[in-house]
């Protein structure tokens, strides 16, 4: 069994199953739904794990158990792959009390109808006393679902969902350490699960900040610990929608090729002028999360998209509505669109970038007609000058 204290066990699953997390998301890596036992004078379960693992996450529970009863079940997020066990747990410990938010309740009676569960509700402030240590909850309302609670135990801070990344422990590492490129997959997590909701994890950052912990338990990924800066700076930075890398990111949607043709041109042109990283993805046929993750990540962004159906080609329709839902902003924009007769592209792109906060776009846009021409080179050259300005 794994240790994160001395009296705190890890019993969480990894998830090599799955197909899309949350019905949408690849999870090449697969996934860990994280679950801690807190052996203190009183037993404290942290949270369950997805329904599809009950069996095991039980398993596990028993055996760091050592033939003790647990107190308490701590659920800080009702969402399904962290309360799928909690009707499995009542059953078996049915004197245990689950600890919820007064919201988690709520959503656990929806989530788990007919159970009948011993409980108790907690707020921001409140503690419950284990002996050495008493586990001292805070709101975090929003980050990912309105019920959502964290907990303080000495100076580990069970986090939920915040600090989560994709992928399995097993495959990614247990302790952050053994993660060589945490970021990567924390920043695909984070801006599409979490990215809507900046000011709410800008508040819980505060709440981490006063806490200080040393040790960060999420519910998916490794667990945190050494020094804690550069995680806690990187959130900084994405809950700010602040600019992480200096470069352009170059989507495209190309129905025949042309409109691709055009973007890799564009890309190689702004290599040229010395951008210091050019990332590229066409949306369709790429990870429409890792697009996502990229339009954060950077600070400039040129969109390349075909005219279809007098409107705009349905993946980057699609691209723009997800940067929409996900509070896309602060960003600069250059637009290519390409059409065969009668260009709509562009406009739906204007239309759509209007509507987000502080996206300015820059330079002009460039036209295509159906296939690029060495007549086409100077206006993309010129708005390579004026996304990189
Ligand atoms: Fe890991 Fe929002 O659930």
């Known amino acids: 069994m794994k240790t994160i204290t001395d009296n705190i066990i890890y019993i969480g699953v990894d998830d090599n199953e799955l197909d899309l997390f949350e019905g949408q998301y690849i999870i090449p890596e697969g996934m860990a739904y994280n679950s801690y036992v807190i052996l203190d004078s009183k037993v404290a379960v942290m949270d369950t794990v997805d329904a599809s693992k009950t069996d095991e996450w039980l398993s596990n529970l028993e055996k760091a158990l050592g033939g003790r009863k647990p107190d308490y079940l701590v659920m800080h997020h009702i969402e399904p792959d962290h309360s799928g066990s909690a009707a499995a747990f009542a059953a078996r410990y049915p004197e245990a009390t689950i600890i919820t938010s007064a919201m988690g309740l709520k959503y656990l009676a929806q989530f788990a109808p007919g159970v009948a569960f011993k409980t108790a509700a907690v707020k921001e402030g409140d503690s419950i006393d284990l002996g050495k240590e008493s586990l001292k909850f805070f709101s975090a309302a929003m980050v990912h679902w309105p019920e959502v609670m964290v907990s303080l135990y000495g100076p580990v801070l069970f986090s939920a969902d915040a600090f989560g990344k994709f992928g399995s422990l097993g495959k990614c590492g247990f302790f952050i350490d053994e993660d060589d490129d945490w970021a990567c997959e924390a920043r695909r997590y984070y801006f599409n699960i979490c990215g809507?909701?900046?000011?709410?994890?800008?508040?819980?950052?505060?709440?981490?900040?006063?806490?200080?912990?040393?040790?960060?338990?999420?519910?998916?990924?490794?667990?945190?610990?050494?020094?804690?800066?550069?995680?806690?700076?990187?959130?900084?930075?994405?809950?700010?929608?602040?600019?992480?890398?200096?470069?352009?990111?170059?989507?495209?949607?190309?129905?025949?090729?042309?409109?691709?043709?055009?973007?890799?041109?564009?890309?190689?042109?702004?290599?040229?002028?010395?951008?210091?990283?050019?990332?590229?993805?066409?949306?369709?046929?790429?990870?429409?999360?890792?697009?996502?993750?990229?339009?954060?990540?950077?600070?400039?962004?040129?969109?390349?998209?075909?005219?279809?159906?007098?409107?705009?080609?349905?993946?980057?329709?699609?691209?723009?509505?997800?940067?929409?839902?996900?509070?896309?902003?602060?960003?600069?924009?250059?637009?290519?669109?390409?059409?065969?007769?009668?260009p709509t592209a562009g406009k739906v792109m204007r239309d759509m970038f209007s509507q987000m906060k502080e996206v300015t776009e820059v330079g002009n846009m460039v036209t295509i007609r159906s296939r690029m021409t060495p007549a086409d080179i100077p206006a993309l050259e010129a708005l390579a000058d004026a996304i990189l300005e």
């Open 196 to 342: 809507k909701y900046g000011p709410q994890v800008q508040a819980l950052l505060k709440k981490a900040a006063a806490t200080a912990p040393s040790v960060i338990a999420p519910l998916h990924g490794p667990i945190l610990r050494g020094d804690l800066k550069p995680y806690l700076d990187l959130y900084n930075t994405w809950s700010s929608y602040g600019v992480e890398t200096e470069g352009v990111f170059v989507a495209y949607a190309s129905i025949h090729g042309g409109t691709a043709e055009a973007a890799l041109k564009l890309a190689d042109i702004l290599k040229a002028k010395g951008c210091p990283k050019v990332a590229t993805s066409d949306l369709c046929r790429d990870d429409m999360a890792e697009a996502v993750e990229d339009a954060f990540r950077y600070g400039r962004m040129v969109l390349c998209a075909s005219s279809y159906d007098a409107g705009l080609f349905t993946p980057a329709y699609n691209f723009l509505h997800t940067l929409q839902m996900k509070a896309w902003q602060k960003r600069k924009v250059a637009l290519v669109e390409n059409g065969t007769w009668g």
